[in-house]
């Protein structure tokens, strides 16, 4: 997952602690670790291990972008 797609996602999750939340991760350092993960892309592990968060935030963010080109058209 490209840097770009995966910052959109944590945003769309309404910041990198809500989107640490959403995937269950906790502790000293979460905050700097989706912050990184916003300049280098989600870890494939990462993707593998949330798959189905992962998933859902996708469709979510392909959903809002086709609503967004239709409302503009």
Sequence with gaps: ????E??????AAGGSMAFARLLG???EGV?????NWRHRGLPPAV????YSTIRRL???LQRNGS?????VG
């Design 31 to 35: 905050k700097q670790r989706v912050n």
């Design 58 to 60: 996708q469709r979510q």
């Design 1 to 4: 997952m490209t840097a770009q």
């Design 67 to 71: 609503e967004k080109r239709r409302s």
């Design 47 to 50: 993707i593998l291990q949330h």
């Design 25 to 27: 991760l906790e502790g």
């Design 6 to 11: 995966t910052a959109r996602m944590i945003s």
